[in-house]
């Protein structure tokens, strides 16, 4: 027996079996690699390949996540309005597996745009990508609040998608990189690299939309949803519990799609070898498909708060260790970066566990209003990481360069690139650490779910 397999101890005693949590689980391979690719390469592929200044690139990503704000709020409404009157939020998830065809055009930006143009049609595309993650996404982490099931067993779901999860940033993270070309990348090996990766996650993500309807069908659904709207909204939005988890998952995401960003970089700014950005990729993701059952295990012990508040102490020391560079030698910042991984993991599973405890606590609005939210809160912070990694080489003095070309960097330049992948994402983590410590709902919810 895994750690995954181990049963609740909760008063609300319905335990999920296997076969529906797998199926459940395999939507998150799709979403893996909505969430890895374009957060590895994306700011890459328009600076060192499509020649767009770090600026103007890092404003590319931004912007269409600040679209995200109004966007995955409102998505969260129609998917509480779904459940109301349909009794199941199908029709958005079979929408949201549209979002395959946007990765593959994110990375096939016409051969004659460079620069500015680049940058306008992978910012549109990214747009229409983030409104169908969203169609997908908010539905899918609505499943565990309609669920009847406990506080233990809710993170025992999640454990199973952390793990999917896991395997598809993992995989993704590897093959991405490889398929452009690797040293070699090219425009054309990025479109080929988007459209064998969309095959993928088109095919997960329908088998994610039959788990989900095992899932429902096995544990009864609580009472219909509301409808939501902005009252919903605004109840989600002055829940005290739900503000800190939110600000604090703002910071976490923001950080973690930083130094996501920046592996290509300091791979091969720092380390010499843009070839180590897939065993730096693998040390961070790696880690977590083995501990995802600890921090399991850990948060039944001592609950999902404190078993967080660790996971954001390991990062900010790891993080640390890496703004030393090549000094350190390569063995010592591959470990640095797989303690990252380790606490990635837990700040992955801990946090989506902890959402559905704050719904039932709540109890007067639906679940899409609350995961709209979230993915928002989530999908900024994907944008704000590497935008704050782009400021950081843009006042560094980065040359931005077309594929094959080659470019002297300023010393300035090279130390933006490694402080900005060390100490700007401890900073960010002890600040994510800090506003978690306010949320106090952990221990009301262990003894009453």
């Not at 594929?403 to 401890?426: C, H, I, K, M, N």
């Amino acid at each position: 027996m895994t750690g995954l397999d181990q049963q609740p101890t909760t008063v609300d005693a319905t335990t999920l079996p296997r076969g529906p949590l797998v199926g459940f689980a395999a939507g998150s391979l799709g979403m893996g690699v909505w969430v890895t690719v374009p957060g590895l390469l994306l700011l890459y592929f328009l600076t060192d390949v499509l020649a767009v200044a770090p600026w103007l690139a890092g404003l590319a990503l931004l912007v269409p996540k600040v679209a995200d704000v109004l966007l995955h709020p409102w998505v969260g409404h129609r998917c509480d309005v779904e459940q109301a009157h349909r009794g199941d939020r199908r029709r958005l998830l079979l929408l949201g597996c549209a979002l395959p065809l946007a990765f593959a055009a994110l990375f096939a930006v016409p051969g004659d745009f460079t620069g500015a143009p680049a940058a306008a049609w992978v910012a549109v595309v990214f747009v229409a990508g983030n409104l169908l993650f969203a169609a997908y996404q908010v539905p899918y982490l609505a499943t565990p609040a309609d669920l009847r099931i406990g506080y233990h067993e809710r993170t025992r779901l999640m454990a199973f998608r952390m793990v999917v999860l896991t395997l598809g940033i993992l995989l993704s993270g590897l093959l991405a990189p490889l398929l452009t070309g690797g040293d070699a990348a090219t425009r054309g090996g990025y479109q080929r690299m988007g459209l064998l990766l969309a095959v993928g996650m088109l095919a997960t993500m329908l088998v994610g939309v039959v788990g989900i309807g095992r899932l429902r069908r096995v544990a009864a659904a609580t009472a219909p949803a509301h409808a939501g709207g902005w009252r919903a909204l605004r109840v989600a939005l002055r829940d005290r519990q739900f503000r800190w988890l939110v600000a604090a998952y703002l910071a976490m995401s923001t950080t973690t799609h930083l130094v996501l960003a920046a592996v290509p970089y300091y791979a091969e700014y720092e380390l010499g070898r843009p070839g180590l950005t897939t065993v730096l990729v693998g040390a961070f993701v790696a880690p977590a498909l083995l501990v995802t059952p600890g921090w399991l295990a850990v948060a039944r012990r001592v609950g999902k708060q404190r078993a967080l508040l660790a996971a954001q102490g390991a990062f900010a020391v790891g993080s640390l260790v890496l703004a030393l560079g090549r000094p350190a030698g390569l063995p010592v910042l591959v470990a640095a970066v797989a303690v990252l991984g380790v606490a990635f993991a837990g700040m992955q599973l801990l946090p989506f566990s902890m959402v559905p405890d704050v719904i039932r606590a709540a109890g007067t609005v639906g679940a899409g209003t609350y995961t709209g939210v979230w993915t928002a809160t989530e999908a900024t912070g994907a944008a704000l990481g590497p935008y704050a990694y782009a400021l950081c080489l843009a006042g560094g003095g980065f040359v931005a360069s077309a594929a094959g070309e080659t470019v002297v960097q300023p010393d300035s330049a090279l130390a933006a690139v490694r402080y900005g992948f060390g100490l700007l994402p401890a900073v960010v983590m002890l600040a994510a650490l800090l506003l978690q410590r306010r949320y106090t709902l952990d221990r009301a919810a262990r003894a009453g779910n």
